[in-house]
């Protein structure tokens, strides 16, 4: 079942990447299009018709006129009286809007310069207005009516203001005639509109089912975050389809022995860094090392937990119920001065580090060099059942810090896991614990930015010596690692002065859907300089060693009520998601092409 789970949230991955491409193409470059298409499109369209150098100026007068003017005015138009107050159509994106409409215009025009030499009645440029029109509304009535948040009649005002203008203009200006262009201004906008219709309201009908309120609503909410990074709206809705649960919580604070000041905290929870942009608790690593920083000046690291998708929070709500337990906690938390040296354990596919503190047993996994997705919660259960007894917690963190591409953990590296961790965890039982160290540091480096990668987390250390073993703990706010890397991470840190250490990330998922990428993210490492990388680490290593002092250490741990997506609200989500990607994939370019096709018929 987890593996079946993976596949279909990596499978939304081509969704965002689309409306990525599409929403957010700069003004520069929509008017380059928009130029070129006007002018070199339309003019290329009357060259093939007569085959002369004339005929050419006068499709590129004609496309200015025809499509460039009235895009502008009924854009001009449209935000002044109509859409100023939409959400998701300011001017910028009322002109991406345009050169969509403007592109399917072109294409009409194209096929139809050349469809004139093959149908007789075909007459060109007059019926390539009128296939226009069947082509070109369908796609902005679809479009308009699942986006735009302003009234019925709006909408529709919307949808038809451009084309109109563009059938007037082609009256006046190229000559077509006047009773067929009306005509079919006409028709196409009732086929238009009434497909809209149709297609919103089979989609409405498969949303409520599948999730109890209107999905189209849901959609623009979606929309309003993806585009605009508004997230209040979505997350109320991701709440109505949230699950109560319990999710597991360990914090290990450290404070210096002399002055009982927090300096570093490690924060282990199976929550799920996701689902993605600011939605949820994707959010929350950074937000937790952003507030012990600010009120404790402590440096903070939030490696990712053992955990899936199923287990990401539902709001910002969801994130301070988990944070205020903790600050709640550690007012009266119980300090101990020892820990036991780190023991590390592989087994040919998989490894595991462990350090215990006061009984609480501090665990790294990783299947490094081998790729590496989330660690399903199973082995979590599998591992607490089986070491029942012997520590008061045991903090599981997936390293995550291994990809070459979309991925699953399969049972043998899971099995490789659990063997590493109990094999590495019997060693540390045996332990005697000792006075130890604990030395931080942390930098966001300029130039590490969401789309390279890089959370606002940055990267931090916290190195802790024991019998004379420094090992550190880096983590970097991302979302996984390229191949390789962790390697030569490790070995900046023996350089700077480290005997052992583990390299993890957070699973930060305010870095997906930042950029169109294979993943829908790049992975640290992916894009950007190693070099500056490896040169910060290794900063940051020397600087946690000059760090070192005698320390003590607390641990907060237990179970948090929250409300998460859950496996199956999840799934409800993805599985709609499909049904209606299917449904409109299915019927809206079919449509588009037999209405098109009706033009011709109109045209006879």
Not at 410 to 437: C, H, R, W, Y
Request: net charge neutral; glycine share 8%; with cysteine.
């Amino acid at each position: 079942m987890a593996l079946s789970f993976s596949k279909g949230i990596s499978g939304t991955t081509p969704y965002y990447n689309l409306i990525r491409r599409v929403a957010f193409p700069s003004t520069r470059a929509i008017a380059i299009s928009s130029i070129l298409l006007v002018t070199f499109g339309v003019g290329l369209s009357f060259l093939v018709v007569e085959h002369t150098a004339k005929s050419f100026i006068l499709g590129v007068t004609g496309g200015v006129v025809v499509l460039g003017v009235p895009a502008l005015l009924s854009n001009l138009f449209l935000f002044l009286t109509i859409v100023r107050e939409d959400p998701l159509f300011y001017p910028r994106r009322c002109l991406a809007f345009s050169l969509f409409t403007i592109t399917s215009w072109v294409a009409v025009f194209l096929i139809g310069s050349v469809l004139s030499f093959v149908l007789s009645r075909f007459v060109f440029p007059g019926s390539a207005i009128i296939a226009g029109l069947f082509a070109v509304i369908p796609l902005r009535a679809v479009a308009v009516f699942s986006m735009s948040r302003t009234s019925f009649l709006k909408r529709i005002i919307f949808t038809l203001t451009e084309p109109s203008l563009t059938a007037l203009t082609s009256v006046l200006v190229l000559g077509v005639a006047v009773n067929s262009t009306l005509s079919a201004l006409a028709l196409s906008s009732l086929i238009g509109l009434a497909f809209a219709f149709a297609l919103i309201l089979v989609v409405e009908n498969f949303g409520r089912q599948a999730i109890g309120f209107s999905p189209i609503r849901m959609f623009r909410a979606f929309l309003t975050d993806w585009l605009e990074g508004q997230n209040s709206d979505l997350e109320s809705y991701l709440n109505e389809l949230g699950v109560e649960t319990e999710i597991d919580v360990a914090a290990f604070l450290f404070r210096r022995s002399d002055t009982a000041r927090i300096k570093g905290t490690i924060l282990v929870s199976n929550f799920h860094p996701g689902p993605f942009l600011n939605i949820g608790s994707s959010v929350l690593p950074f937000l937790f090392q952003a507030l012990m920083k600010r009120r404790f000046n402590a440096v903070s690291i939030v490696p990712h937990g053992v955990s899936g998708h199923e287990f990401n929070l539902v709001s910002q709500e969801q994130n301070m119920r988990i944070i205020e337990w903790i600050l709640l906690k550690q007012e009266s938390v119980r300090y101990d001065s020892e820990a036991t040296a780190v023991t590390r354990a592989s087994n040919g596919i998989a490894t595991a580090t462990s350090q215990i503190f006061d009984n609480c047993a501090l665990v790294t996994m990783t299947t490094a060099p081998y790729d590496m997705e989330d660690v399903p919660s199973d082995i979590a259960n599998r591992i607490g059942g089986l070491t029942h007894g012997r520590f008061r917690h045991v903090a599981l963190i997936d390293a995550h810090n291994c990809l070459t591409g979309p991925s699953t953990m399969t049972p043998d590296k899971m099995g490789a896991l659990q063997e590493a961790t109990l094999s590495s965890l019997q060693v540390s039982a045996e332990q005697p614990g000792n006075i130890f160290k604990v030395g931080v540091a942390q930098r966001t480096p300029a130039g590490f930015t969401l789309k390279d990668g890089y959370g606002p987390g940055g990267i931090s250390v916290i190195g802790i010596e024991v019998d004379q073993q420094r090992f550190a703990y880096i983590n970097i706010d991302g979302n996984n690692m390229i191949r390789g890397l962790r390697e030569r991470i490790l070995n900046e840190a023996k350089q700077a002065g480290f005997d052992d250490g583990e390299v993890m990330t957070t699973d930060t998922h305010m870095v997906n859907g930042v950029v169109p990428a294979r993943l829908g993210y790049h992975m640290i490492g992916e894009v950007g300089s190693k070099t500056l990388l490896l040169h910060e680490v290794c900063a940051l290593c020397r600087e946690a060693i000059a760090d070192l002092q005698p320390c003590e250490v607390g641990v907060i741990n237990g179970q948090i009520p929250v409300t998460t997506l859950g496996s199956k609200s999840l799934k409800r989500v993805m599985n709609l998601v499909h049904r209606v990607s299917r449904l409109t994939a299915l019927t809206l370019f079919p449509v588009v092409l037999a209405a098109t096709a009706f033009s011709l018929l109109f045209l006879v």
